[in-house]
């Protein structure tokens, strides 16, 4: 029987098939271009080969087309009577993905892990700060996907999408050390990848090298395509690298090319999650707020994400609503995902809007509102997901709401508190 690159079989005859679906799946491990289009040779090659739909279904899902991966998923979920235990497993968990509450859709990940730990495009639905478990709306859920990896290391020996998804759950967790060498191994073995150039950025800001990280970034991004999953992200990275050094016109630069709405050839949350973030950062920089992008932002907003839904993608929902002044809106946003958290579909719970009402009392000029508010929600961030590079987000408005109230020992309380490692802080009056 034929077997992929982690020696797990295939229930294909067709070499082409296999080797296009591990064209596929290399390129969804490392966020290139041309992903689909391997997974659909792989269909065109073996139409019975139901792992290649699997493969299809992700990556439409992750572009927001909930139809086409469900009609994917069906053609899998057709072939599965002719496929291995682990083949019709994994169709099984990604049903469940599409269909459950996350906590059930963790526990089928780990039931499908603990017997299949090399099961990468499994593994791969959580590896990382927006996976699974970063959606989990837990505390510790970096300690937890930090172990769960360690945990897998023996199965993966030393391949290079395992290594730098492990490093980057290690640096999340505040195991920078341990990272280190693992992400340079993962980067010599397979230097093209965009995930492992994602995992050393987060890894360079939380050494606080800004400079470093610009540098890399501007020398790796030359040879990445437009089409990469993560070109505008990793855009987004080196905008931070600019804030951070107080470089506001390099940074207003690569937003405006690659990080906007127009200029961001990601999926919709993506250019939600990076426009709304470096437009707010770059403001409390000390930039002047760009209002016609504000008033874009939110209206792209509301047409991809009309429903509260997923915690992090809501922070920004709920930012862009704020600066727009849109308080009916924000007003049925905070009632919607409060309704959803009190009946336990909304796994952050009272995080997001209590932040959304941080978020317009910042608008407001109500600085000790702000403060109030977000102050204790520091220990909880994990809740909103997303790294650490992101959550930042709400740490500075916290630092810039003390600027604005006069509240110097409250500031210098919290910059002395902030975890060590992140170099500055790119908020005009914090010294």
Known sequence: MLTDRYDLPVSTTSIAARDAYGRGLDLLLMLHAGILDAFDEAIAADPGFALAHVGRAQILLMFA???????SLDQAEALAPGVTAREASQIRFFRTLMTSPIATTIAAMEDHLAQWPRDAIVLNTTANPNGLLGSSGEVGQKARLAALMTNLAPHYGEDW???????????????????RPIIARSFARQPASGWIAHSQAHLYYEDGEPETARAFLADWLKTYPRGGILHGHLHWHQALGALAEGDLDSACRL???????????????????????????VELAGAPRDETAWRDLHDF???????ANVAFADLHVVLAQSIAGDSTGLDARIRQMEDLARTGRYPSGPVIPTTARA???FQCGDFSTVIETLEPLLAESERIGGSRAQTDLVEFTLLKACVQAGR?????????????????IPVAGVH
């Open 255 to 281: 937003y405006r090319e690659a990080i906007s709405l127009t200029g961001h050839s990601g999926f919709p949350r993506q250019k939600l999650q990076d426009a709304v973030s470096f437009l707010w950062r």
């Open 65 to 71: 087309d909930a139809a086409g991966a469900r009609a």
């Open 359 to 361: 978020f317009r009392a």
């Open 301 to 307: 907003a509301l047409r991809h994400f009309p429903q």
């Open 161 to 179: 999408w395992f290594d730098s998804s492990y490093a980057m759950a290690l640096c999340e967790d505040g195991q920078r050390d341990a990272a």
């Open 408 to 424: 110097v020992d409250d500031l210098r309380r919290l910059v002395g508190a902030r975890r060590p490692g992140p170099a500055g």
